[in-house]
């Protein structure tokens, strides 16, 4: 799979030892920065990973930031966009099999890097349902982002 990944200063390391479990794992990583601990804004990597996904360059991404909370509001303001936070397998499975959910996001500074990276493989290997109520739950949201989008 084509995966972007990004993060802020905060998750830097973490987003590094992400990058490398994907790598082993025959992923294709897409790494969008930053590229070190020095202090940065989190929108900026927040936005570069969410249009990588509604360009289609990446087919999910998974950013990183220090309470992964930021970032999550951040990516979500991009059509098309959806990324939830997640600190257990249940939510990063469920989030894409009902939610279809495309941006996983994580804090640095409340998963350590094994449950970050088992979290990470559990999001990958997921699979949207496709079922009737998820679609048409799903297609209420889109309208939402229409409707938001023409100032309603």
């Known amino acids: 799979m084509r995966l972007a990944i990004a993060g802020d200063h905060a ?8 990058a490398e479990s994907l790598r082993r794992d025959g992923h294709h990583v897409i790494d969008l ?3 070190s601990t020095d202090p940065v804004d989190y929108p900026d ?10 360009r289609g360059e990446a087919e999910r991404g998974v950013l990183v930031c220090g309470s992964g909370v930021g970032a999550c509001i951040a990516a979500n303001k991009l059509r098309g966009i959806r990324a939830g936070l997640c600190h257990d397998t249940y939510s990063a499975r469920q989030g894409v099999e009902h939610d279809d959910m495309n941006v996983l996001c ?4 409340v998963v350590g890097a094994e449950l970050a990276a088992e979290l990470v493989r559990v999001f990958v290997s997921a699979h949207f349902s496709g079922e009737e109520r998820h679609v048409r739950r799903l297609g209420k949201i889109a309208e939402m982002e229409r409707e938001s989008q023409a100032g309603k």
Request: glycine letters at 16%; aromatic letters at 8%.
């Open 45 to 54: 990597y927040a936005r570069a990973l969410a249009q990588a996904v509604q």
């Open 33 to 35: 920065g930053t590229g």
């Open 106 to 109: 994580l804090g640095a500074r």
């Open 11 to 18: 998750g830097y390391q973490l987003k590094q030892v992400i």
